[in-house]
């Protein structure tokens, strides 16, 4: 049997730092969760709280307006101008941006799907090592952004019938002919646009000067905000991500060794474990030792 209770301090403090079968009064033997293994369960399921809320918004969504608007069609939010949903789609890429052909479609499906196994290996590492929730939030974002989009490669072109660029007509769901592709040739759903406002690069300006540009162009998806988002929160807030001190390393690795008890501190001002035996914890104090 499996106990997994709300960890909270006092029955932190009471369970051993690694698992345990122990027998109760009536015979039966338990086996107990770790302080560790509780830490990791509750980390893990913020994460696929994060993953999960963050796909569902994303996804209806997307399904909404595959269904309810024709390709260009726009709804100004509020009755704002620079607030529209737009419905496109592309190929694959964030913010519109495509990768033409099929093979550069099946190529980016392909590297997305490998993306992502090397998303939920990382942050499985960052669970394990104690990393902040901050942290552990912002990869969230960037995984949940980066499956949204993968569902849309891979099954929307089965489950969906075309959406008609010119005629105006809306896409059916689980059509009877079958969808528009095959598996991982399905499009993306575009639909916030934001042209928030437009003017003219000054005479000057090397390349584009005297032309027009209207900001912001692209059409994007909750899945890109997802990954925008979860990318601007590591590079804005979580900059220790980058690089820790040797210090802040050892300290992280004597860590579980001092919740399991293998740290002594000696009244000298020691502390001895398996690996390194008289090693100063602190410095001494030269008039204390002098008084020794």
Known sequence: MFIAQRADPALLRSLPPTNQVVTDQAGIEIQTCSIKEIIDLKASFKVAI????????????????????????????????????????NNGMA?????????????????????VGGLIYYIRYLIQHKASFGLLFSFSLIL?????????????GL???????????????FPEGGGYATFLH???????????????????????????FLFFRPVFNIADMSITIGVMSILIFQR??????EIEEENAENFPKMQAGTVEVGANGTH????NQ?????????QTKSEN
């Open 186 to 212: 399905g499009k993306v759903v575009d639909m916030l646009y934001f042209p928030m406002f437009e003017g003219v690069f000054p005479e000057w300006l090397p390349f584009w000067g005297g032309e027009g």
């Open 159 to 173: 489950i969906f019938s075309e959406s008609p660029f010119h005629s105006g007509g809306l896409a059916t769901l």
């Open 240 to 245: 220790s991500f980058f690089g820790k001190t």
């Open 50 to 89: 994060v993953v999960l809320l963050v796909l569902l918004i994303d996804q209806v969504l997307k399904v909404w307006v595959k269904t309810s608007m024709s390709y260009g069609e726009e709804i100004y939010l509020f009755g704002l101008d620079w607030a529209r949903i737009h419905f496109v789609e």
């Open 95 to 115: 913010f519109g941006l495509s990768l033409g052909g099929d093979y550069g479609k099946l190529v980016l499906s392909t590297f997305r799907i490998i993306a």
């Open 278 to 286: 008289g090693t100063e914890f602190w410095p001494e104090d030269p």
């Open 272 to 275: 001895n474990d398996e690996t």
């Open 144 to 156: 949940a952004g980066a499956i949204g989009n993968i569902i849309d490669s891979a099954f929307y």
